[in-house]
């Protein structure tokens, strides 16, 4: 059996997994959906992206109810409103209901990138915390695979495979609500919240050896009170999470993620197989994702941020390379994407939340996880709303994309290897002085 601390983080994870399904799932309807209502280009790449907007404003409230309500109640929250929006997705029948939808579920996309992370580091030891926070990470491709799966065994149901497709999320999303009912809440948010005695056998069931220093360390953590997360003193942290989370969608995954099908049809498959090929980019996803969970304590996280970044740099440029003779070469774009989401998935993939989730103080976790998860979906959908727009406006569009995606990767290589710190085996509050935070 799981211990304690594992058992909870798992359940908080799932979040991850309604985040990674609510991502990919549109990949299979996205094609049906654009023909069905008449769409072009323009509105094609909003009607997908409106769920990022949504992941957007998310992201960007949810820190000041997780801090007011406490981690969990927001979390439930969040599975009623992946509830809501896959009955809505599935059943209605008018354009502008659909996109109201989308973008409930994204609301719960980037409220739960947020609180699922801050939650797991709040719970977990500090030996195991780089395996449990990305476990998160674990579920979202999980959630990603199981989309891409669903997608493939659905398009055959006719005009209404898209709402079977949208619409199997209610079973997960009803799950997740169930299972975090038996969670507890974060000890952490207990005791900035003065409520100690509660907080106690909760600290004591996560397997803290000495309870009365880690309420001490917590205190202490947050013992002048400031708030304001923009401020000199919280510069470097600021600096980190916006940086990684930018890179994080300028490596051109949400493209990917949203538009596989579209994708391999650009590069001359056939439809049926336009929608097969995703299922192995998801494989691979998971795949490498369970190998970096187990070494990122090991490891670190920047060393898996450096080897990704020069695996991404080499495979998205072999797939720009591809795109500029897609009757030639396009049968390789396979290949290439599996090598490409392979790295993705063993760096940038399994630590962004991580890192982002450690860097900064107990004060303004929650504000700080908001901010890089804030950034991560605007770039998400300035990347997902202009794909379209950028491969159906030349023939060269795919071959412009993934150049550019590639010429990011070489900025991040660069970044990761002079900027970025360690964080592993650190806990919490040391993270914070090593940043210089007193």
């Not at 983080?9 to 990674?20: E, K």
């Not at 449990?132 to 799966?149: C, D, E, R």
């Not at 669903?150 to 299972?179: Q, Y």
């Not at 890179?247 to 596989?260: D, E, T, V």
């Amino acid at each position: 059996m799981f211990s304690y601390p594992v058992r909870i983080a798992l359940i908080a994870a799932l979040g991850g997994f309604l985040f990674g399904f609510e991502t990919a799932v549109i990949s299979g309807a996205e094609k049906i959906i654009q023909q069905l209502w008449s769409l072009n280009s323009f509105w094609q790449g909003f009607t997908v992206a409106s769920s990022l907007i949504g992941t957007v404003i998310g992201s960007l409230v949810v820190g000041t109810p997780a801090k007011t309500y406490g981690r969990k109640k927001v979390l439930q929250t969040i599975a009623v409103i992946y509830l809501i929006s896959a009955i809505g997705c599935a059943s209605i029948s008018a354009w502008l209901l659909f996109v109201l939808f989308r973008f409930m579920g994204g609301i719960a996309v980037g409220a739960s990138s947020v609180v699922g992370p801050m939650y797991i580091s709040e719970i977990a030891p500090a030996h195991l915390r780089g395996r449990l926070a990305g476990s998160f990470q674990l579920n979202i491709v999980g959630g990603i695979f199981i989309a891409y799966l669903t997608n493939f065994l659905f398009v055959g149901l006719g005009d209404d495979a898209w709402r079977w497709m949208l619409g199997i999320m209610m079973v997960p999303a009803g799950l997740f609500w169930l299972l975090l009912r038996t969670i507890p809440e974060s000890p952490r948010w207990l005791i900035l919240n003065n409520r100690e005695a509660e907080a106690i056998p909760i600290l004591r069931k996560l397997e803290e050896t000495d309870v009365e220093k880690a309420i001490r360390s917590i205190r202490e953590s947050v013992k002048t009170h400031e708030e304001r997360l923009f401020q000199p003193r919280y510069a470097k942290p600021v600096l980190y999470a916006v940086l990684l989370a930018m890179f994080n969608q300028l490596a051109g995954i949400n493209a990917i993620l949203y538009y596989a099908p579209r994708i391999f049809e650009l590069a001359g498959f056939s439809a049926e197989k336009a929608f097969l090929q995703p299922v192995y980019i998801g494989a691979a996803n998971l795949l490498f994702t369970l190998l970096a969970m187990t070494v990122i304590d090991k490891f670190g996280r920047k060393t898996l941020l450096l080897i990704g970044s020069v695996g991404m740099i080499i495979f998205l440029a072999l797939t720009a390379y591809a795109f500029r003779d897609p009757a030639t070469l396009g049968g390789n774009v396979l290949v290439y994407l599996i090598g490409y989401i392979a790295f993705f998935a063993f760096s940038q993939g399994a630590v962004i939340w991580v890192f982002i989730s450690e860097i900064f103080p107990n004060t303004v976790r929650s504000q700080g996880g908001s901010l890089g998860s804030f950034t991560h979906w605007i770039m998400a959908a300035i990347i997902s709303w202009t794909f379209p727009i950028i491969v159906e406006s030349s023939r060269l569009g795919g071959f412009y994309s993934f150049i550019f995606y590639s010429g990011m990767m070489l900025l991040q290589l660069l970044f990761i290897w002079k900027i970025m710190p360690e964080t592993k085996g650190r806990s919490l509050e040391d993270i914070q002085k090593d940043l210089g935070i007193e």
